[in-house]
């Protein structure tokens, strides 16, 4: 098992930035498929981006966010950059140890995530 914890979220102007954190322990994340969600009010967990052998991001995101892992840290990143208000949301990291993809329901483990909020 592995225990993920988020943080870096806040409010940020749009056209800002933000790293976003997701400390993982029990389990060392070069083990894991990594993901990060997000969730906006009244709307369905949505794909941003995996870390896999490779990298992948949704088409909102392809461009100014970027996903990274430090194996020596045990931790996931996710830089974003030229936030817009439609990237606010509550931003979750996810791990599994086999699919890799972006279906939430297929990730087996979830970090309580952190919210992050632009305005514009």
């Known amino acids: 098992q592995v225990r993920l914890v988020e943080s870096g979220g806040g409010l940020v102007q749009a056209g800002g930035s933000l790293r976003l954190s997701c400390a993982a322990s029990?389990?060392?994340?070069?083990?894991?498929?990594m993901a990060w969600f997000r969730q906006a009010p009244e709307k369905e967990r949505e794909f941003v981006a995996w870390?896999?052998?490779?990298?992948y991001y949704a088409d909102s995101v392809k461009g100014r966010f970027t996903i990274s892992r430090d194996n020596a840290k045990n931790t996931l990143y996710l830089q974003m950059n030229s936030l817009k208000p439609e990237d606010t949301a509550v931003y979750y990291c996810?791990?599994?140890?086999?699919?890799?993809?972006?279906?939430?329901?297929?990730?087996?483990?979830w970090g309580q995530g952190t919210q992050v909020t632009v305005s514009s």
């Open positions: 996810a791990a599994n140890p086999g699919y890799l993809g972006r279906a939430p329901a297929n990730y087996a483990y």
């Open positions: 029990g389990r060392t994340v070069s083990s894991y498929n």
């Open positions: 870390s896999g052998l490779t990298t």
